[in-house]
């Protein structure tokens, strides 16, 4: 059976990893799911991603997570903005910021898969996919 919502699994299991202080999480590989973990990437959240094969040969993204120290972590939190039930649209003009810049959204634009920061430097809209900090 397809699954309904794989950012939201891929999201949940970057937190849960996160929070139970794993090296690697293994999540589903669709370009979507790349497109955002090389933002992550881009933006200091995460140490490195690579595809690799399950035992069945299905395509997996392994995320290496980050930590700076043995008490804290990089990712505070990671929190799904646009669900396949209710789709949040932003206009460039009207891009709301996490945590005052602290954080970053994560957006699905007809550039491609950007941060909030770039979407309003390009004055492009688009779907908010997520929220880091």
Known sequence: MGMTDPIADM?????NGNKA???????YMSQMNMNIAKVL???????NFDVIKDEKGHPMLKI???????????????KRVSKPGRRVYVA?????KV?????????????GVITDQEARESNVGGEVLCSVW
Not at 11 to 15: E, G, K, N, Q
Not at 64 to 78: E, F, G, H
């Open 11 to 15: 999201l949940t299991r970057i937190r």
């Open 21 to 27: 202080r794993f090296k690697n999480v293994n999540v």
């Open 41 to 47: 990437k881009a933006a200091g959240y995460i140490n």
């Open 64 to 78: 290496t997570l980050k930590y700076p120290d043995a008490k804290r972590t990089v990712i505070t939190d990671i």
């Open 92 to 96: 460039a003009d009207s891009i709301p």
């Open 99 to 111: 945590l005052n810049g602290f954080g970053i959204s994560i957006l699905s634009t007809s550039r």
